[in-house]
């Protein structure tokens, strides 16, 4: 059965820092790559997602993802951060395609001080 | 916008109880899923459904079932509450069809059983 790793549990940053969130999945074979987001309060929404074609991909408020297929990796990152970034993050993998049933990660709290 | 909604934001029932949580989408999505979200844990899947009165098991559906007897309309039915069910609910839809679409999320109903 797939598996998502997320390393991070909790991550704290000042405003502007650098971000890079891990995820690392199980499956070998072709894969669907999901990051999704629930800001304090509010519904989890669709960040980004890989489907085939360029491995970076672009999502929205300037975060992307790079996909690695040698080491399993979807990991996020985002150049500089701020406050309104504070969130929990969701990786996330589908790897049936005759369904669209995913796999989520354990998430990663990020905390950004301002 | 796609819009998911949940009958109860927060529930608080007995040890034993049948307990009903109903989630409506409005975009005719095929795909409707039940997740439970525990801190540490991550969202996993309890059942999906692709079509109406079709349903599939997730990665834990014991002490659950579910209910689709309209396409909008996706019910989990907890047939008698443990406490071990106390958590986050979140109810999930995506259009279907054989590329994978985003899953839109409710906001999720918190039940506490006592």
């Known amino acids: 059965a797939q598996s998502v790793s997320q390393h991070n549990h909790h991550v704290i940053l000042s405003e502007a820092a650098s971000l890079e969130l891990g995820c690392n999945y199980s499956?070998?074979?072709?894969?669907?790559l999901f990051w999704y987001v629930q800001y304090p309060g509010q519904h989890l929404q669709l960040l980004l997602k890989y489907f085939s074609g360029d491995p970076l991909v672009k999502g929205i408020k300037g975060f992307e993802a790079e996909f690695i297929k040698s080491k399993f990796s979807f990991n996020l990152r985002k150049p500089s951060v701020q406050w309104s970034d504070t969130a929990e993050y969701f990786c996330?993998?589908?790897?049936?395609?005759?369904?669209?049933?995913?796999?989520f990660g354990t998430g990663t709290r990020l905390t950004i001080i301002p | 916008d796609v819009k998911v909604t949940q009958s109860s934001r927060y529930l608080v029932k007995r040890t034993g109880e049948k307990v009903f949580l109903e989630c409506v989408q409005d975009m005719d999505h095929e795909n409707m899923f039940w997740y439970r979200q525990d801190p540490g844990l991550g969202l996993r899947l309890i059942y999906f459904?692709?079509?109406?009165?079709?349903?599939e098991k997730g990665d834990i559906p014991e002490g659950y079932s579910v209910s689709r007897e309209k396409k909008e309309r996706f019910s989990l039915i907890l047939e008698s509450a443990s406490t071990n069910q106390t958590s986050m609910y979140l109810c999930?839809?995506?259009?279907?069809?054989?590329?994978?679409?985003?899953?839109?999320f409710g906001p999720g109903t918190r039940l506490l059983v006592l």
């Open positions: 999930a839809s995506s259009l279907g069809g054989r590329v994978q679409e985003t899953q839109y």
């Open positions: 996330a993998v589908n790897d049936d395609f005759g369904n669209e049933k995913l796999t």
């Open positions: 459904s692709y079509d109406v009165k079709m349903k």
């Open positions: 499956y070998g074979g072709t894969v669907n």
